[in-house]
């Protein structure tokens, strides 16, 4: 099965933290496995924008973004070209190892 490395980053200064991921597994998936605090207020259905997260590097081997995440995202707070939710972040098989920016978690979002 094919594995890749999640490093997280944080916007508030913490150390970063890197996990491996399975195939399968979503970056939100490894988060909540690691203790990393990342909201998920629609339970990762791609309900709402709280996962919100910006994919710093390996984000061209994610699935592509669908109108749904899109429409989402633009609901997030400070939306930039490089954001996804981390539920959509799913590792395939041709997934390369991710470098994960995770916002400021002290809100409430969408």
Not at 21 to 33: H, I, N, W
């Amino acid at each position: 099965m094919h594995t890749v490395s999640i490093t997280f980053r944080f916007a508030d200064g913490q150390p970063e933290q890197t996990h491996l991921a399975a195939e399968g597994e979503s970056v939100l998936d490894v988060a909540l496995d690691h203790g990393i605090e990342l909201q998920h207020n629609c339970g990762g259905v791609c309900g709402c924008s709280t996962c919100h997260v910006y994919v710093l590097g390996g984000g061209d081997s994610l699935p592509e973004i669908s109108d749904k995440e899109e429409d989402f995202i633009d609901r997030a707070i400070n939306p930039r070209i490089n954001s996804r939710l981390g539920c959509q972040c799913v590792v395939g098989a041709d997934t390369e190892d991710l470098l994960i920016e995770v916002p400021p978690q002290d809100f409430l979002g969408h």
